[in-house]
């Protein structure tokens, strides 16, 4: 399939999960070596979990199908730019390229704004919204030690 093609399947996947009522205005596929392996949509509204965003939920499929939890030659086709969230998922998950089509700035204009969340990152934790604070009981340090000294680890 060419890029176009997989792209237009990537949007109406988006356009259908508004038609149907299923979710926000997105959606995703993941190939490799010209196959589609996973396939997502925006599901945050119809299974109340704000992490059930399109590339998220096509990330989450294509990993089941490799039975890997890395997507190195792997390449993402999304309805529009990624967010902060799926950002670090893709970056995670080692996907090999991103194709995008409307812009955050087009999905800011219609009510998904996700500039505050990058200004947010921006700033010193002290001075962020949400309170992060630094809480350090005993035996803090016992999972990362326990890690560090591990054979069975799966490194990633």
């Not at 390449?75 to 089509?101: D, F, H, Q, V």
Request: hydrophobic content about 35%.
């Amino acid at each position: 399939m060419r890029e176009e093609d997989l792209m237009k399947m990537a949007v109406d996947i988006a356009y259908e999960n508004v038609i149907s009522n299923s979710g926000g205005p997105f959606g995703a596929i993941i190939v490799k070596n010209g196959k589609i392996i996973g396939v997502g949509k925006n599901q945050v509204t119809s299974t109340n979990d704000p992490t059930a965003h399109a590339e998220i939920q096509a990330i989450r499929a294509a990993c089941q199908y490799l039975d890997s939890f890395q997507l190195t030659d792997c390449e993402l086709y999304t309805s529009c730019e990624p967010c902060p969230m799926c950002l670090g998922a893709i970056y995670w998950s080692r996907l090999k390229t991103i194709y995008y089509n409307c812009t955050k700035k087009d999905a800011a204009q219609i009510g998904f704004d996700d500039q505050f969340i990058y200004d947010q990152l921006a700033l010193p934790m002290e001075k962020r919204s949400i309170p992060m604070i630094e809480l350090l009981p005993n035996s803090t340090n016992s999972p990362f030690e326990a890690w560090k000294v591990s054979n069975q680890k799966k490194e990633y």
